[in-house]
């Protein structure tokens, strides 16, 4: 039984379709459809029921998937056990933040390849939470407060923000003291989230309100250079309109709690090789240097 049929298999049960699964693959849908096929064949029965959204696992192949996905991991593992030392092979998917992403860790990742010539690396930017396990990613890198979930998260490196707004809005509205003031005030937030806040050892919760959402932090920026509104921004997106005068800090005095960067990753009982290189290579660029 090849090894390429099980993991094709695998990635076309995860996707949830042939289509989805080649464009994950970086192959043609000709190519994962005979390489189901010939799985199919080999076992004798059908995994795979197809259907107008895609496909769907049959019995056998819900049972199935769950050895294949096994055997894939452990054939994984027993050839890093073998490789030399420090060659990485195969591909790493990542999930990365289109907030950051592009400008703090578009680097990395490129360095990561450079290390490791044997190594395809491939990096999909957005804000939105990624089903891991479902989308086919290796690994995650988060940044800011991570929301309790049953992955596996390491702390790569801190990250500040601080509330902001521009000089017209300060002008306009006045600028709040204390976090229960901040009720009077536009919000410009990604959703419905509370915003945390240090009143000397004690963390305060308050729940802002707004009227301007947007789900990327660059955009979160463009509204408060507008003068909409206060938003809690991280240094790295702020800190040349600060220096700049262009925005200016609110309510220093209560300043949000430290968050971080992480690298996430779905549960198990060791991370891969080629996870915890780049981890190695985060830690080595943001433990020291917050973003």
Request: glycine share 8%; aromatic share 6%.
């Amino acid at each position: 039984m090849d090894i390429e049929d099980l993991r094709t298999f695998v990635d076309v049960a995860d996707a949830g379709g042939v289509s989805p699964a080649a464009r994950r693959l970086g192959v043609t849908k000709s190519i994962v459809s005979r390489r189901l096929a010939r799985l199919e064949a080999e076992l004798g029965v059908q995994l795979l029921a197809r259907t107008t959204r895609g496909a769907a696992l049959t019995e056998a192949g819900a049972t199935f998937r769950e050895h294949a996905a096994r055997a894939c991991a452990e054939m994984d593992a027993a050839r890093e056990a073998i490789l030399p030392n420090g060659e990485l092979r195969g591909r790493l998917r990542i999930a990365a933040p289109l907030t950051f992403g592009p400008t703090h860790f578009a680097s990395v990742f490129a360095e990561m390849a450079r290390r490791h010539p044997q190594l395809h690396v491939h990096a999909a930017y957005s804000d939105r939470f990624v089903d891991m396990v479902a989308e086919g990613f290796d690994c995650a890198v988060r940044v800011g407060y991570l929301p309790d979930s049953n992955l596996v998260a390491r702390c790569v490196g801190p990250l500040y923000g601080r509330l902001v707004a521009s000089p017209d809005y300060v002008s306009a509205n006045g600028s709040p003291q204390s976090p229960n003031e901040l009720g009077a005030h536009e919000a410009l937030m990604q959703g419905t989230e509370p915003w945390q806040f240090m009143d000397g050892d004690k963390v305060v919760t308050v729940h802002p309100r707004g009227r301007f959402k947007a789900d990327n932090g660059t955009a979160l920026l463009a509204a408060a250079l507008s003068g909409l509104g206060i938003a809690w921004l991280p240094d790295g997106l702020t800190r040349e309109h600060r220096d700049s005068g262009a925005l200016v800090q609110v309510m220093p005095r209560h300043p949000p709690p430290p968050a971080g960067i992480y690298v996430i990753r779905p549960p198990g009982q060791h991370p891969s090789l080629k996870v915890r290189a780049l981890t190695d290579l985060l830690i080595e660029c943001f433990d020291h240097a917050p973003a």
